[in-house]
């Protein structure tokens, strides 16, 4: 951010997507000696974008693989398929192939299968001006750097199904609690048994909101720099990119005052620190998005307590008007990859003024778009806006391509640059949010907390913290996580209707509270009471009741239950009564509406047998008695 003059303070510079990464110099290639044939290949996802670089006399380009999977890979989707459910999304045309991910046995089974059938690739087609520079673990394929020559050879490879760009994303840059009505839910369900996973640049945990102490720590409990390919996920104390800290303490920050920052959306939540972006700069490869949702995704239970369900990501660029899953086979494969494994992905639409469009990844199909709302009046802010904004801009010398556009806030206003699209999903607050900072003197302010954190980059972790407290009333109340596409409906179908005045659309903006209640209402419960002269043990599946005595438990609608009545030592199960249940066996019942069942034990006569022969002696007499 910066000032664009004394009187319009708050400056979100527009984000356009570029050329990835640095380029070795070389004496290059003019355009006039690419083959034609690379231009019309159809294995060259957008071409174009593959060979700007060269014709602009450049040494080499970075880009994404994806290989022809083998034949174990699609016995393993039948598996799959087997096993569980798959969700609706995996049944369009062009969806990439499904696994259950959420099995571990499987994850584990097919990055092995990934990991062996890429090796061999990277083995053959290493060198003569191909550099491989990062591998993936739940798809088949990988990023490299490569000359004309080597895309050659690459397009002309049996095994090689596509080639795309590896794209550069850059980061799309008070509390908004009580605009999304928060307050309440986030006490009695503060994300506290799942962690979300801050896929930026890094976060700095030693803010006392952030942990307070080394990596990892109580709230961050983990991460990785996939971005570096290392170990350390924090940002640089002095010249680190403070994006990420931003984020963190917005979703999940722990709870207390200072100023006005009172904690995260879920303050009881943990996190991930995954770096995705590049040393201390604040951008990032898709290749490097890409291998951040697959660690979330590797990572998901290395706590079982605490297991990854939510992906924050404010990184992003372009511009599309529609849901863009042919636009990246490897990124929308990724995205796809997370649902399988039943974790929610929110992204940040963008921030340039785009009034038909949204920013990628944000605009595939399995990902939660958010775009952003103010929450209060901040008076008169100008931001810079594309050229191809509807919002009313003038031209401005501080602005590059040369537009800014003024706003007069109000609570609920969509600011001018937020990008918004038919297709969007939700709104979410974004100025003024007061999150947390690099601590010391490096970060976007002097003080550990930075008061103007904006942009839709705000508005993702936002949506993220209130997931995590929706999916903390699902654990408490079901005992079970909710499914990525019950976690969009709640958020989109409770939230408050908020019109964009640019464009004339009206969107969800998240509403919490009625998020929280519309679920639990939507719950029932199941209460068990035991009868009879015995004594016995009532079990559930899935699991919340477990006792001996009176007990219940709440469930969403239509959840299959299972109940097992497991008598004690010398007594018998009798049977059940209500909602239809009878018998001895288990009671299965679907729960659509609150349920009373009761469970009947009863104790054995005693003594259990009768001896054929009485007398004054043992055994032993009485046989001798018998035989007289």
């Not at 990835?20 to 974008?49: C, K």
Request: net charge negative; hydrophobic share 40%; with cysteine.
């Amino acid at each position: 951010m910066q000032a664009l003059c004394s009187f319009f303070p708050i400056l979100i510079t527009t984000v356009l997507l570029v050329s990835a990464g640095m380029v070795h110099a070389g004496a290059g290639m003019p355009d006039g000696v690419i083959p034609d044939g690379l231009r019309s290949n159809p294995r060259l996802l957008h071409a174009q974008e593959i060979l700007a670089d060269f014709a602009e006399g450049k040494f080499d380009t970075g880009v994404i693989v994806t290989l022809r999977p083998p034949a174990p890979a699609s016995d393993l989707t039948v598996h799959s398929r087997r096993s569980v459910r798959a969700p609706a999304e995996f049944s369009r045309p062009g969806a990439p192939p499904f696994y259950n991910l959420q099995d571990r046995s499987i994850r584990e089974e097919l990055r092995v299968i990934v990991g062996e059938t890429v090796s061999r690739a990277v083995n053959r087609l290493d060198g003569d001006g191909l550099r491989t520079t990062r591998r993936f673990s739940y798809q088949f394929g990988f990023a490299a750097r490569i000359t004309p020559a080597a895309l050659q050879r690459l397009a002309a490879d049996p095994e090689v199904l596509f080639i795309e760009k590896d794209r550069i994303l850059f980061p799309h840059l008070a509390q908004g609690i009580p605009l999304i009505q928060a307050t309440v839910p986030r006490v009695e369900y503060d994300g506290s048994g799942l962690s979300i996973a801050i896929c930026d640049t890094g976060i700095d945990t030693s803010h006392p909101r952030l942990g307070g102490g080394g990596f990892p720590n109580f709230k961050v409990i983990g991460g990785y720099d996939v971005g570096d390919d290392d170990a350390d996920p924090l940002p640089d104390s002095v010249n680190g990119e403070a994006h990420g800290t931003a984020c963190a303490g917005i979703a999940a920050g722990d709870a207390g005052t200072y100023g006005d920052y009172i904690g995260g959306v879920a303050p009881g939540a943990r996190l991930y620190a995954v770096k995705i972006s590049t040393g201390d700069t604040g951008f990032a490869t898709s290749a490097a998005m890409i291998a951040g949702w697959e660690w979330a995704v590797t990572h998901m239970d290395d706590d079982p307590a605490h297991p990854v369900k939510i992906i924050s990501t404010s990184f992003g660029g372009g511009k599309f008007s529609e849901t863009c899953d042919e636009y990246s086979s490897a990124m929308t494969h990724a995205a796809f990859n997370a649902l399988a494994a039943g974790i929610t992905i929110f992204a940040s639409s963008g921030n340039d003024g785009y009034c038909d469009a949204i920013a990628w990844p944000a605009c595939i199909s399995t990902v939660n778009s958010v775009g952003a709302v103010y929450d209060g009046s901040l008076g008169t802010l100008g931001f810079c806006v594309d050229a191809l904004s509807c919002a009313p801009k003038v031209e401005h010398d501080d602005c590059s391509p040369d537009y800014a556009a003024w706003d007069e806030t109000a609570a609920d206003m969509v600011p001018s640059y937020s990008n918004s699209a038919p297709f969007l999903t939700l709104l979410a607050p974004s100025h003024d949010a007061f999150t947390t900072d690099i601590v010391g003197g490096g970060g976007y302010s002097v003080d550990d907390y930075d008061p103007s954190f904006g942009g839709t980059s705000a508005a993702a972790p936002y949506a993220a913290g209130a997931a995590a407290v929706l999916q903390s009333a699902s654990m408490a109340a079901t005992g079970i996580f909710l499914s990525p596409d019950q976690v969009r409906q709640y958020l989109v179908n409770t939230g408050d209707s908020v019109t964009d005045s640019k464009v004339s659309l009206t969107k969800p903006r998240i509403n919490l509270d009625n998020a929280v209640t519309a679920f639990l209402s939507e719950t029932h419960t199941l209460t068990v009471t035991r009868t009879g002269t015995g004594s016995g043990t009532v079990f559930s599946d899935p699991g919340g009741i477990d006792c001996g005595a009176d007990c219940s438990e709440r469930y969403a609608a239509g959840t299959m239950v299972t109940l097992t009545a497991v008598p004690d030592s010398g007594d018998r199960f009798k049977g059940w009564a209500g909602n239809g249940c009878m018998g001895t066996g288990p009671c299965v019942l679907s729960m659509d509406m609150d349920g009373n069942i009761t469970a009947e034990f009863t104790s054995f006569p005693w003594p259990l047998f009768q001896p054929a022969f009485t007398g004054r002696g043992g055994v032993g007499d009485e046989t001798s008695s018998a035989n007289e």
